[in-house]
């Protein structure tokens, strides 16, 4: 399929990226394609970025049917740009679209289009440290009938934001509440996919939460209120007594482009990495044996973000301190050193553009 | 607040209302009010049906803050025009706003947008047997910035849609798979709110079902995967041994107000209706023993759907003989006959325009 290309007449001003924040302001440029039920997608286009007019009666604003990606393009010190696994996203979108009967993309083909937009949006790749050009890939269902049943037309489209770290504090150590009322996710749902829903869910607990002061909340299973399955918008890793234990894919967690890096990047620093069930009961008594060493989040947003401190059901668990452990040092170090070109990408995860 | 009212120039052509399908075709106006964070509700307009331009990081696309409501509004025999507990759809929508974090609607004004919308639209209002002006308000989030958590600016609107009757075959019985794999919702999560979120859940359930013959899907509980929670987008009523038995709201079912309507009718006809937690389990032992006498769904959209049939993990629950049965028969005629003037509303349910 050809990509049409509209010229921007006049292109926005760029801020200094040392200043920039997350996911606020958008470049010049977006990708846009249409799906109608039995022609599949076409008129793919990169046009300037600007607003979709869509009915009132779309499907997406009554039924749901939306996902999307999140991935980065990063400025390296030559001044190149370079992606990191986009592959890897494009699958999971494919995986989303399966659950929530969206028709799904030729992985090959997006990733030309991501990469033809980013040639003409090249500029807009920022070069301050801890800065990047953050990728959200995204489809919605247009059809406009109200009536609960898959929609036969979409939308996918791409847009671009320059961003600065996700958290303003950068790596330092969160506090985070482990939710014992509000549930993410069931299995039979649609926890594994980047669903529209599964985040709609979670906003209530999260500014509860943040009004206690903590930064995020750590999810249970569905079922027992017992297994731990992501911490906010990532998943989780604990290390006790050495070990570094993640919870399982288990139907209601994402399978994170991140979390699937650090597991490797984990095992190659000489660590034991178990993918298993574990439950808020086994953390905190790891805790309360002096054994709970290391904490932290993974996600493509915020990369690396540790765990200082655990609240749960009243008990409060202060891991390391407070402070930044060293196996979470250097997981950062070498994940953010692979993706800004500054460390050996052994793994062929990075995408040259 | 004023109501802005910006006129059609030419309307629509009306079809005839014998051939309508539902939610398919929309009428000449719609109404529409923007909120923002310290500003609360403001440009509350009415205005030519039309598409909405929105940012494609507006946050509907992204985290799924989108509720909705469905209500209808009745033509009488003598011509007039009237609504069925439109408050009790408005409040349940404040409840959903509650779950997803979205602001909440004064009831009495929205009521009297849509009184004014539908005097505009009083030509819209069907006449033919078993048809109705299909009401469908919704709020979405439109912050255009790519990052979870509550949108500071949403749209609320009102849209129409002249319709038929929701099943073409009518108030036939249906079939039914119960669903074994698949979860609607659990406790803790947004089952009991009319969140986006939820159908999309359901998309592929639904489909899967349809494609094996049924019509929808009966919900077991995502804990347990044996109680029953809802069928399809309905809630569900089962007559055992002469007692009418539905699931007890519990968080992850949605209140319905043909549920709660169907309770007061059946109650009045003699009835005994226990609102408990029920599993697939008795209802099972019950079709074996002979005293599973009736089952239906109720909600808006269908009003009463009789299940004719059960499949349950290869089980097959044929119900009085996938015929229509008295209990059914009666609350769909008393039912109906209020909504469109033919019974006497002794419940003050209706609103007269």
Chains 1, 2 share one sequence.
């Not at 033809?116 to 406009?144: C, G, N, Q």
């Not at 299973?221 to 992501?230: F, S």
């Not at 709970?292 to 989040?297: D, P």
Request: aromatic letters at 10%; hydrophobic letters at 40%; a negative charge.
């Amino acid at each position: 399929m050809d990509i049409r290309i509209t010229e921007v007449q006049v292109g926005k001003e760029k801020q200094d990226s040392s200043t920039l924040g997350f996911g606020l302001t958008f470049t010049d440029y977006m990708f846009m394609m249409d799906y109608t039920e039995g022609k599949g997608w076409q008129d793919a286009q990169i046009l300037p970025y600007s607003p979709i007019a869509l009915e009132p009666s779309a499907m997406v604003f009554h039924y749901g049917q939306a996902i999307f990606e999140g991935l980065k393009a990063y400025r390296t010190a030559d001044g190149k740009i370079q992606l990191f696994r986009p592959e890897v996203n494009f699958a999971r979108l494919n995986v989303s679209c399966e659950r929530l009967s969206m028709p799904t993309v030729d992985i090959d083909f997006v990733i030309q289009a991501l990469i033809k937009l980013l040639e003409l949006e090249a500029d807009w790749v920022p070069s301050a440290p801890h800065t990047s050009l953050y990728i959200r890939p995204f489809m919605i269902a247009t059809e406009p009938i109200v009536g609960v049943r898959a929609s036969l037309t979409y939308k996918f489209m791409i847009i671009l934001s320059p961003s600065g770290p996700y958290y303003k504090e950068g790596i330092n150590p969160v506090k985070i509440h482990v939710e014992n009322h509000y549930v993410r996710a069931v299995k039979g749902g649609i926890g594994f996919a980047k669903a529209a829903g599964n985040y709609a869910a979670g906003i209530k607990p999260q500014m509860d939460a943040k009004e206690k002061g903590y930064a995020q909340v750590l999810w249970l299973d569905g079922v027992e209120k017992k297994y731990i399955e992501e911490v906010g918008t990532m998943n989780v890793f604990f290390k006790i007594n050495g070990e570094i234990i993640t919870p399982a894919l288990n139907g209601s967690i994402l399978a994170g482009v991140t979390r699937d890096s650090s597991i490797q990047l984990l095992k190659d620093m000489g660590l034991k990495v178990t993918e298993r069930k574990i439950s808020i009961h086994e953390v905190y008594e790891a805790f309360e044996q002096g054994l709970l060493e290391e904490a932290f989040g993974t996600g493509t947003a915020a990369v690396i973000s540790p765990i200082g401190e655990l609240e749960w059901d009243g008990h409060i668990m202060s891991i390391n301190k407070g402070e930044i452990g060293p196996i979470v040092h250097e997981l950062y170090e070498t994940l953010t050193g692979i993706q800004n070109g500054e460390v050996e990408d052994k793994y062929n995860w990075i995408v040259k553009i």
